[in-house]
């Protein structure tokens, strides 16, 4: 059976920092790009950031370059997504995604996803 499932969200003040897990049931874990998405209420589901099999390679949105940094750890079939200088417009349901093979930015590439894990930049 796979799941995926993300923990770590909550509320946080702008400028602050949060970090996301994602655990993974799939096997071999390693064999997959894993990547973070968000959904803002009214808005498309957005890519965030994806790291490679291997860890080696990342890609990120614009939006959160230089303040999110993704990484994974194959031993604990984990991904992280930490979050830095926190924005309210970074505010959204964060979704953990994977898929076979190579680092992706597609949402239609993913074909396994978690349910979600709120974020809520406020004052």
């Known amino acids: 059976q796979v799941r995926l499932v993300e923990s770590g969200g909550g509320l946080v003040q702008p400028g602050g920092s949060l970090r996301l897990s994602c655990t993974a049931s799939?096997?071999?874990?390693?064999?997959?790009?894993m990547a973070w998405f968000r959904q803002v209420a009214g808005q498309e589901r957005e890519f965030v950031a994806a790291v490679i099999r291997n860890g080696g390679s990342t890609k990120y949105a614009d939006s959160v370059k230089g303040r999110f940094s993704i990484a994974r750890d194959n031993a604990k079939s984990a991904v992280y997504l930490q979050m830095n200088s926190l924005k309210p417009e970074d505010t959204g349901v964060y979704y953990c995604?994977?898929?076979?093979?190579?680092?992706?930015?597609?949402?239609?590439?993913?074909?396994?996803w978690g349910q979600g894990t709120q974020v809520t930049v406020s004052s």
């Open positions: 995604a994977a898929v076979y093979g190579g680092i992706d930015s597609t949402q239609d590439a993913y074909n396994y």
């Open positions: 799939i096997r071999p874990f390693s064999m997959y790009c």
